[in-house]
C-alpha cells in the first residue's frame, strides 16, 4: 500500500481527456511539489510534470498537473494511443524523510 | 548530451551482496544530487536512496535501510549502491536517475539510465 494513493488503471478513448488523481496528506503532497512519470516498463520513465504544474520542454501541452491541498492530478487531453502507458505521481515526505511514489495508474486507450 | 549508464545487476543468491555502479557523463556530475529507483517484476517505481552533489548527505528508503549504502565518487563521475544482505525482495530493474538540483531532495528527475537487473534466488 502506497502512501500516496493513484488508482490502479485509468481509461479513456482517442481525444478524450482522462485525469489521474494522487491522493497524499500533510507530510507529502501539500507541503511538497509533485511530479509526474510516464513510463513504460523495461524503459526509462519520462518526466511529464515538475513542481506540480509546470511541463518540461518537449512536453506537450496536452499534458496538465494541478494540486490542492492533499491531492494532486495529472490530466491529459486529446488522448492517443500512443500514451498509453503506466503513470506515477511523486513526492518528498518530510516525516519519513524519503521519496515517494504513487502506486501508478495503467492507462488504455480504448 | 546527458547519459547515465549503469552496470553490476546480476543474479545472486539470497543473502548475498552485489555493488552497482552508475557512470554519468554529458554534464557536471559534482553538481548534482543522484537517485537510485527501482521496479520489481510486476510492480511499480520504488524510491531507493539519494545522496548529495557532494556525498556528505543521503537518504534510504525504509526496505534497504541498514542494508544498501549508497555512494558517490565525482572524480570518476560514477554513483554507487552497495547492496547487502538481499532477499527476494530486492530483486528489480535498478535505475538511477538524476534530479536537476545541487541541494533539493525532490523525486525531480530530468535524466534516467535504462537500468540494470537484480536478480536474488537461490
Known amino acids: 500500500q502506497s502512501v500516496l494513493t493513484q488508482p490502479p488503471s485509468a481509461s479513456g478513448t482517442p481525444g478524450q481527456r482522462v485525469t489521474i488523481s494522487c491522493s497524499g496528506s500533510?507530510?507529502?503532497?501539500?507541503?511538497?511539489?509533485v511530479y509526474w512519470y510516464q513510463h513504460f516498463p523495461g524503459t526509462a520513465p519520462k518526466l511529464l510534470i515538475y513542481?506540480?504544474?509546470q511541463r518540461p520542454s518537449g512536453v506537450p501541452d496536452r499534458f496538465s498537473g494541478s494540486k490542492s491541498g492533499t491531492s494532486a492530478s495529472l490530466a491529459i487531453s486529446g488522448l492517443r494511443s500512443e500514451e498509453e502507458a503506466d503513470y506515477y505521481c511523486?513526492?518528498?515526505?518530510?516525516?519519513?524523510?524519503?521519496?515517494?511514489f504513487g502506486g501508478g495508474t495503467k492507462l488504455t486507450v480504448l | 548530451q546527458v547519459q547515465l549508464v549503469e552496470s553490476g545487476g546480476g543474479v545472486v543468491q539470497p543473502g548475498r551482496s552485489l555493488r552497482l555502479s552508475c557512470a554519468a557523463s554529458?554534464?557536471?556530475?559534482?553538481?548534482?544530487?543522484i537517485h537510485w529507483v527501482r521496479q520489481a517484476p510486476g510492480k511499480g517505481l520504488e524510491w531507493v536512496a539519494l545522496?548529495?552533489?557532494?556525498?556528505?548527505?543521503?537518504y534510504y528508503a525504509d526496505s534497504v535501510k541498514g542494508r544498501f549504502t549508497i555512494s558517490r565518487d565525482n572524480s570518476k563521475n560514477t554513483l554507487y549502491l552497495q547492496m547487502s544482505s538481499l532477499t527476494i525482495e530486492d530483486t528489480a530493474l535498478y535505475y538511477c536517475?538524476?534530479?536537476?538540483?545541487?541541494?533539493?531532495?525532490?523525486?525531480?528527475?530530468?535524466?534516467w539510465g535504462q537500468g540494470t537487473l537484480v536478480t536474488v534466488s537461490s
Open positions: 536517475a538524476r534530479a536537476p538540483y545541487t541541494s533539493s531532495w525532490s523525486p525531480y528527475f530530468d535524466y
Open positions: 554529458g554534464f557536471s556530475f559534482s553538481n548534482h544530487v
Open positions: 545522496i548529495s552533489y557532494d556525498g556528505t548527505s543521503y
Open positions: 500533510s507530510s507529502n503532497v501539500e507541503n511538497y511539489y
Open positions: 513542481n506540480n504544474n
Open positions: 511523486a513526492a518528498w515526505d518530510g516525516s519519513l524523510s524519503a521519496a515517494l
